[in-house]
């Protein structure tokens, strides 16, 4: 009569064994806005692959921001650095283009860019997508105009009517 609540137990254990195994680290990122995060549905995405979930949203005392909960893969467990840099993906139509298109049928969607420092396990989000990081491909300037005008993000810019780079 025994064996099977024993061989039940056995199975619980293993079970739960593998599963703290697997486990990778958990992190805690803080937003000014987290609108369209929810536990248990919004993932963090690297490179087009799941590399964790939202477990948990809070708000921040004294209403100073959002702070979210997430748990890596134990794969992914690199992401979890000093200097990654994490923000929101919210769908995004504008005269520069269409982005995030995708996150109006899976809701929003959190996203990474590593860093390489120590582990760490507290970070704090970004407000918006930065700017694209290749080193290698063409060159960076800064102009400074007293109006902004029509320029924003992902903006072309043109030379002889020919498209040669882009506002970041």
């Not at 490179?47 to 890596?72: C, F, Y």
């Not at 992914?76 to 139509?93: C, D, T, Y």
């Not at 390489?116 to 400074?144: C, I, M, N, W, Y």
């Amino acid at each position: 009569i025994w064996v099977v609540p024993m061989i039940a137990v056995a199975i619980g254990a293993w079970m739960a064994l593998r599963e703290l195994n697997n486990r990778g680290p958990e992190i805690t990122i803080d937003f000014a806005d987290g609108s369209g995060v929810e536990a248990d549905k919004t993932v963090l995405v690297y490179k087009g692959v799941t590399a964790g979930v939202v477990e948990r949203v809070w708000l921040k005392p004294v209403m100073g921001g959002v702070g979210i909960r997430v748990r890596l893969r134990k794969s992914a467990a690199a992401l979890a650095r000093e200097g990654s840099r994490f923000w929101i993906v919210h769908p995004e139509i504008g005269l520069t283009g269409v982005r995030g298109l995708d996150t109006l049928v899976s809701g929003v969607k959190l996203t990474v860019r590593p860093g390489k420092g120590r582990p760490a396990s507290h970070f704090t989000g970004l407000d918006k997508t930065p700017p694209p990081e290749f080193p290698a491909q063409g060159r960076t300037f800064v102009l400074r105009a007293d109006r902004l005008g029509s320029m924003s993000t992902g903006a072309p810019v043109f030379y002889r009517e020919f498209k040669v780079g882009e506002v970041e």
